[in-house]
């Protein structure tokens, strides 16, 4: 926006700029990415178009990228249970499948083709905005050309390079996870560490339909040119907003924090501006807001000044969450039995690693989804750790490390009246721990502090309406051209000059930047 003339200003309601990208220092000499914690989705067009390593962006690059150990009594042959750890390698990656099947071991390097090349073929529309249904049938003829252009052609080439592979993407959008994870592998640690990336984030069950799309979208990103490849961030996620900024200041953005926005002025179907919580008002005829759809029209609007069709459908998207995120402070590194530490306690790649536990079955993962339908937690809930200090010493005393849980599945409501105070916390947090130590003996001990996000706590602190990461489900009914609504895709909305510009938008959820880029785009197109 600034580049194409425009006057820019930022308002950021909390202290630490960057939304749910922050890093922050909750216990004294360790910095959390508190919310996010690793980098794929972001498109590499930001990158380089925002000149972010310019600004200082700094990768770690994760390789190999899962481990899963297993709660099994120790093999005869190594003296440790055993574990499945998947890299870029194929020989070991090979190895550690054969371990429980060789016929997987011989499936899953084509298994990761196959998703990368449906991967390939989505990749113009996630850089284009949805169609526009109402211009393309009844706009003017200019309007009609524009929706074709910039929406329709992306489409038909996506048609184009899908070809033949049209009804496995249509079957990878529409299906469990479980139904295409059975009809490549037969072992169930490999597919429930697979089936992880179709869950995560997602009150779903690997066995309900639409889950495998979730899995694709964890693989859309990449990475340092690698695709599908994760990795941290030096510094924390927070130093990717940071560059964000100053590459944004350096092109005479100004930015504002501690500024949260009491609501969006409108008048006569266009945005006048904002007025800030202290009072302020900020005239401006064009406003993006990186807020849910359902902060922005239910919270920071009147309901008058929205069409009430519109109005009920915002109130209608689903924004359950299963996620309650634990950032823990340890001082040394977790020691697990399926892969002991050496001597001296440095890291191994496996610690880099996304790190699955109970994971060694769907069932598993399926019990825990139940759980939650009950309103309950479930005795072995789905824990994916990561170790970031194993690979970016920026973050901890030496020898200390920060250990992140993205953990599943916590609902929004327990059972029985009861909330999510302290207690409730702290006992959802023990049951966490008392699972890793399970894996890692040894690891209760070596917790110096914690910091517990639940669903409402993620809410609270950081707007994600109902605790969803993904600014609303990544479900075939919240996507693409009903997402947000099925009347407004994309960014536009019924207020003329404002915009959605963060996930709850196309192409949807996670650090990836589309949403943004496309409102932008959409706003200046606008202006012209």
Known sequence: ???????????????????????????PGYKFS??????????????????????????????????????????????????????????????????????????????????????????????????NIHKLTSGSLQEKWREWRDAVKPLVTVGRRLNVDIPSFYEMITSPATKVLDKWFESEPLKATLATDAVIGAMISPHSSGSSYV?????????????????????????????????????????????????????????TGVVTADGR???????????????????????????????DEVRAIDYTSPVTKINVAVNTLPNFLAAPNTPDNQPLPHHQCTIHLNCESTDLIHQAY????????????????????????????EGHHVVLLFTMYTPYELSGGRQWDD????????????????????????????????PPDLERTFGLTGGNIFHGAMALDQLYLTRPTPKFSGSVTPVQGLYIC????????????????????????RRR
């Open 1 to 27: 926006m600034a580049r194409g003339g425009k006057s820019v200003c930022v308002l950021e309601k909390r202290h630490v700029l960057g939304g749910a990208a922050v890093t922050e220092e909750i216990i």
């Open 34 to 131: 508190r919310c996010s914690y690793v980098l794929s989705l972001l498109r590499p067009q930001i990158l380089k178009d925002l000149e972010l390593k310019k600004y200082g962006l700094k990768l770690h690059m994760r390789d190999p990228n899962s481990f899963t150990p297993m709660l099994e009594d120790p093999s005869p042959s190594t003296g440790v249970p055993r574990s499945l750890l998947i890299g870029s390698d194929h020989s070991k990656t090979y190895q550690q499948i054969a371990q429980f099947s060789a016929k997987d071991a011989e499936a899953y390097f084509r298994y990761e083709d196959k998703l990368t090349s449906l991967v390939e073929a989505l990749q113009p529309i996630l850089d284009s905005p949805p169609p």
């Open 215 to 271: 899995l694709l979208h964890h693989v859309m990103g990449e990475l340092e040119g690698r695709k599908g490849a994760w990795g941290y961030v030096e510094g924390g996620m927070g130093a990717l907003s940071d560059c964000l900024a100053q590459s944004a200041k350096d092109k005479g953005v100004e930015i504002f924090t501690n500024q949260p926005v009491a609501h969006i002025e409108s008048r006569d179907g266009k945005v």
């Open 281 to 311: 008002e900020i005239h401006a005829s064009t406003v993006l807001s990186n807020a849910t759809p359902h902060v922005t029209f239910t919270q920071l609007m009147s309901k008058g000044d929205l069409p009430s069709e519109f109005y």
């Open 370 to 397: 139940l759980s939650a339908q009950q309103g309950e937690w479930f005795h072995r809930p789905v824990i994916e750790m990561t170790i970031p200090s194993s690979k970016d010493l920026t973050l901890a005393p």
């Open 423 to 454: 207690v409730t916390r702290g006992q959802y947090a023990d049951c966490v721990f008392d699972s890793i130590e399970r894996y890692a003996p040894g690891f209760k001990e070596s917790v110096v502090g914690r910091d517990i996000l639940t």
């Open 502 to 525: 963060g996930s709850g938008a196309h192409p949807g959820g996670g650090v990836m930047g589309s949403p943004g880029r496309l409102a932008a785009l959409q706003a200046l197109q």
